[in-house]
């Protein structure tokens, strides 16, 4: 009587490893999701913008507050 293993290994030829294909691989939609979401948050990206063309007019300083702001709202969608 073949053991689990053996029975296990035998069965391998039902899967249909001999694709070459990627389509298996996971993909992130944390992007696309952060990209749709966007739009919601026009108050938020405004005021970082905002921020960063004063950081670029001073020479210094920066806007992680605004940045994260934006990020939390598009987040939170």
Request: proline share 8%; hydrophobic share 50%; net charge neutral.
């Given at each position: 009587m073949p053991s689990?293993?053996?029975?296990?290994?035998g069965n391998r030829a039902l899967c249909d490893d001999d694709d070459d294909d990627d389509d298996d691989e996971p993909v992130d939609?944390?992007?696309k999701l952060r990209k749709d979401c966007e739009s919601s948050c026009t108050k938020e990206s405004e005021a970082y913008?905002?921020?960063k063309e004063r950081i670029e007019k001073k020479g210094h300083g920066d806007c992680e507050a605004w940045y994260f702001d934006k990020l939390k709202c598009i987040d939170k969608c």
């Open positions: 689990f293993f053996q029975n296990l290994l939609v944390l992007p913008e905002k921020c």
